[in-house]
């Protein structure tokens, strides 16, 4: 089966689902979130299932064993869909698992597929919005002035 088939077949997959797999949204404070610290902490491996999922190992910070989840997390109709079998992304749709991959993504060490293109981003594209990304992450207000060679300027 060729790569293009395989994006293909997924794509349709999803399409044919009931009820569209989930955007994923950021919850409020989730840069301070246990999810988010055990995504950068904990031991862990991610590696392709198919164009759409992943295959996440993470384990705990403070234990070594590791744990299989597959995760759902790929461009769909120009968002950024994500989707785990986990507890934790069932009841309050944001995991570990989930933030890892976003974690890897960001930093340009995962290649998302876009279901639509056929294309493969290694890190999110310039035209992806995702609000509650920036939401807990920047002041829209700096404090201080900041200062320019022309003078300071708010």
Same mark, same amino acid.
């Given at each position: ?16 689902? /009931?009820? !569209? ?12 979130? %246990? ?10 491996? $991610? ?8 295959? $996440? ?10 744990? +299989? ?10 968002? /950024? ?10 009841? #309050? ?10 974690? +890897?993504?960001?930093?340009?060490? /995962?290649?998302?597929?876009? /279901? ?18 920036? #939401?807990?992450?920047?002041? %829209?207000?700096?404090?201080?002035? $900041? ?5 300071? !300027?708010?």
């Amino acid at each position: 089966m060729s790569a293009e088939t395989a994006v293909e077949e997924h794509r349709e997959q999803i399409a044919n689902r /009931l009820g !569209e797999p989930d955007r994923l949204q950021f919850p409020t404070g989730w840069a301070m979130s %246990t999810s988010w610290r055990r995504a950068q902490a904990a031991p862990s491996q $991610v590696g392709a299932a198919n164009p759409a999922e992943f295959d $996440v190992l993470l384990g705990y910070v403070d234990d070594d064993g590791l744990a +299989k989840h597959r995760v759902l997390f790929a461009l769909y109709e120009g968002e /950024l869909v994500a989707e785990c079998e986990c507890d934790g992304y069932r009841f #309050r749709g944001w995991c570990a698992h989930v933030a890892l991959l976003w974690w +890897k993504w960001s930093r340009e060490d /995962l290649a998302v597929t876009d /279901l639509d293109a056929g294309r493969t981003h290694l890190s999110p594209p310039w035209w992806l919005s995702i609000d509650d990304a920036e #939401r807990d992450r920047v002041d %829209t207000e700096p404090d201080q002035p $900041v200062a320019a060679d022309g003078g300071t !300027e708010r």
